[in-house]
């Protein structure tokens, strides 16, 4: 099943990579809303949802229709801003109409949902349709609905002040080392797309986005078959909070965007995990490493906590080191070892648990 966004004809320059903070920010919030599809990033969430305001705590959830399994279109910008004022400036000239139907389909639950040519802010036959797709859904998206459609005014404003909140809440925070981020992989991707083409630089964001053989089509793999046009381009928006999902706009009206994880860290080389495991392997580099999880020691306090000489000592700690669990650090006269933490857990919890013991 895929998104096929035609791109026929499309003159150059109009496949475009840039950066968006509204988009960055919604998908922290999606993150807050579904932290099981964000493993590695579940401690952040934690932590987050520790420190809010419980008013702000209300908010995110009154309203997280808009970002929690799709995002509302409008949170998703084909034309970034460098601020996330600016972004939200230009989500406040969004007419009603195109706002509501937006926020509607994420609120009833799926991009299925379609209302056609009739508004549900006009048409009664629509709106009893929202209303009933939306109480389908649950008691909270059925309410969020009734005052999205009794005055959308008063919902905007409220989910502006929101996001605005968040800022201060948690986004300036991570902000400015997600920035660094983001414009790195923009680097590249504009360097790839300037110098290889569009093909080239498609292929460096996912093996899910590809180009058509005949170069007129980009082909993301989605859950659902669909297809668009890009009359006034295609916009791609990295994303480090946004690991591993690929967001796609492409409903009728809206310009395409696709918003895509940047690279996760290089996996560990196949020799290095093999050279931890061997290094585990022996029963006394598993004592001394359980000794050292409780603090650091010198190669003379563990020779002789276990009646070891400090040459023997010395040679498993060596391959410990090689391996990359222990960290060596002078004071002095002496060098005292300690146990790579996160190097360490990479392995798997049962290690860990094992040597903490």
Known sequence: MTLRIDIGGLPSGRVRFAVSPLAELTAMLHVLAEPGHHPQLAGWAADVWAGLRPELAERLREAEFLWRSSRADFLVPARPRPTLAEELDEVDRIDDEVYVTAALITTCGSNRVHFGARSPLT???????????????????????????ADPAAVRARVRDTLEQCTEAFFDAAWPDVAGQLGADLRRKTDLLNRQGTGAALTSISGAVTLSPDGSCIIVDKLQDNATTAHEGVTFLPSVFGRPHLVAVHAPGWQPVVQYPVAAPEPVPLETVTARLEALSHPVRLRLLRTLARGPHTTGELAHAWALTPPEVSRHLAVLRRAGLLTARRQGRYVRYTVNVPDLTALGSDVLAAILR
Not at 126 to 142: N, W
């Open 123 to 149: 048409d009664a036959t629509a709106r009893e349709r929202a209303l009933d797709l939306a109480q389908a859904r649950g008691g909270l998206q059925e309410a969020f609905a009734e005052r999205l459609l």
